[in-house]
């Protein structure tokens, strides 16, 4: 990256962030903080991620991060703000801000100027009105007695208008949130989500660790998403401590990542088939998945991989047998879900319900930001394995699935297109798997730095920002989860369903709570 193109656009001085994926950081004044913002808008950029972090009592000042993705690579700003200070809101130009900013004040407790809505978003009642569990005077271990306060939701009146409270229980294995709908018949005018109650505290457990043992915490973020999560951690510290990861764990990574992708895409088009009324889809694709764990787990240790990746490297290696072992299955997965593609794209009663429910078109798609998965449905053509190619997705040509239609139909397509994809890569990967080392440790100057790290989960591109206090402990890890920019989408694409079709409309998006309940 030429951080001079950058400069000459943006009208500010950058510093590269050293490693594999393309970034810079700058800190800005407030005018520049809205400025850049619309530029980066205008000229078809996407907002990441927004967080803060409090750098008292060392600079007594916060920080106001935020994180864009523009053509040359990764943008990263940064406003001081005092004290009891705020910052200038940026969801008029990014609607998903919205939900980063609420979160960003119950942790912090600095304020976007003049934001529209200022509701409680992980705070349920629980933690007292003036508890910001990230600030430098809270452990984040505090126990609290307030009672849980109700949601304001917004109602809908009308004649013939009518709430459906769905949750945050549900009966099956889902995750708790809670969905209300606003009903005529079982028409859906809308919906609004009360998400939060997965929230782990994952931000304050990070601060003062070592950027080693940081790891193990950012592969919990969201168990289904945690070889991308780990390979984004590990990015951002080695790109702090200037470590060169051997050639070979940069493959056995990627091949994980495909792995990770492929076992997530058997269980959602299982689960979508029986959404639809195809109990054997289910059935079938869940098979298949139980397979692609179990010889994961016989060849890693685990069956979805987690601690597999680590600053520096991968704990695990290949030997002849496994890579067969690998090659064989992906045989066989590539014909098996290749007559079950067959099966679901000619079943007529399967296509009427998937074909223009929850439709979002590219318009909306591209004004609300909807990204990965569930964006290139929707035309957004981003795939960072495509767009700002690390190793080893530099030595291939890696094909994006895309399509326009946007609805359960397209987004069933995508997720057949990308096994295919991967297991392409995956192939390539066994083949040409180079020899070396599988780890090297990480050294160099690790004290007051800022690492970033950007890798293309199954969901879509997930951002990992790392900052460093003086003694090199993690002073402020930020783990961004696409889901942020998704879930709010996710009540578009249902406007004008039907009640009965939202499990499914629901389950084509697949968006993590946890991932986002930090």
């Known amino acids: 990256m030429d951080t001079e193109v950058f400069a000459e656009k943006y009208a500010i001085s950058f510093n590269l962030l050293e490693g594999v994926v393309p970034a810079c950081i700058a800190d800005v004044s407030r005018p520049d903080w809205l400025r850049i913002a619309e530029l980066v808008k205008n000229d078809g950029g996407r907002l990441i991620a927004i967080w803060g972090t409090d750098r008292r009592p ?3 000042h916060y920080a106001i991060s935020v994180v864009y993705c523009a053509a040359e690579g990764l943008l990263w700003l940064r406003l001081t703000v005092a004290e009891a200070g705020n910052y200038p809101d940026l969801s008029a130009l990014f609607p998903a801000a919205e939900r980063m900013q609420r979160t960003l004040f119950e942790l912090i407790g600095i304020a976007a100027i003049d934001a529209e809505d200022v509701r409680p978003w992980l705070n349920h009642g629980k933690w007292p009105k003036d508890y910001f569990p990230l600030q430098s005077n809270c452990t984040g271990s505090e126990h609290f007695s307030t009672p849980l306060e109700p949601y304001p939701f917004v109602t809908v009146t009308g004649d013939g208008v009518h709430e459906i409270a769905v949750g945050p229980i549900h009966a099956g294995v889902i ?48 168990g289904d998403s945690t070889v991308a999560f780990a390979w984004a951690y590990c990015m951002a510290v080695e790109s702090i401590s200037r470590c060169q990861v051997p050639q070979r764990a940069a493959w056995l990574r990627a091949l994980l990542l495909e792995r990770e992708r492929i076992a997530n ?56 047998a496994g890579i067969d072992l690998l090659s064989e299955q992906l045989n066989k997965i590539e014909k098996e879900v290749s007559v079950l593609r067959s099966i679901y794209d000619e079943h007529a009663g399967l296509q009427d319900r998937f074909i223009s429910a929850g439709r979002v078109l590219p318009k909306l798609a591209a004004d609300l930001g909807l990204c990965g998965l569930v964006g290139r449905a929707s035309g957004q053509a981003f795939d960072a394995r495509a767009d700002h190619k690390i190793s080893p997705y530099d030595k291939f040509n890696v094909r994006m699935a895309t399509h326009r239609n946007g609805d359960v139909a397209a987004r069933v397509t995508v997720r057949f297109e990308e096994i295919s994809e991967s297991i392409r890569l995956s192939r390539q990967i066994l083949f040409q798997l180079p020899p070396g080392e599988t780890v090297t440790k990480l050294d160099g100057a690790v004290a007051g730095q800022f690492g970033a790290g950007w890798i293309e989960g199954w969901r879509g591109a997930i951002l990992v920002a790392v900052e460093t206090d003086a003694q ?30 939202f499990p499914l409309i629901n389950k084509s998006f697949n968006l993590s709570y946890s991932g986002q309940d930090l």
């Open 175 to 222: 995750e708790p949130g809670h969905f209300r709908f606003s009903v005529v018949g079982e028409k859906v005018l809308r919906l609004e989500q009360q998400l939060g109650y997965t929230h782990k505290g994952i931000d304050r457990l990070l601060i003062g660790k070592s950027i080693t043992d940081g790891a193990r915490i950012a592969g919990r973020v969201s």
């Open 265 to 320: 895409h058997l269980g959602d088009l299982g689960a979508l088939g029986n959404d639809a009324g195809l109990a054997i889809g289910l059935s079938q694709f869940m098979r298949l998945k139980e397979d692609w764990v179990r010889l994961s787990h016989q060849l890693f240790g685990h069956r979805f991989m987690m601690d597999l990746v680590i600053p520096g490297g991968v704990t695990i290696d290949l030997d002849r």
């Open 472 to 501: 090199g402990a993690i002073l402020r890890c930020h783990c961004h989860d696409p889901s942020w920019q998704n879930w709010p989408v996710l009540q578009h694409a249902i406007m004008g369903n039907i009640v009965p079709d």
């Open 58 to 60: 060392l600079e007594d």
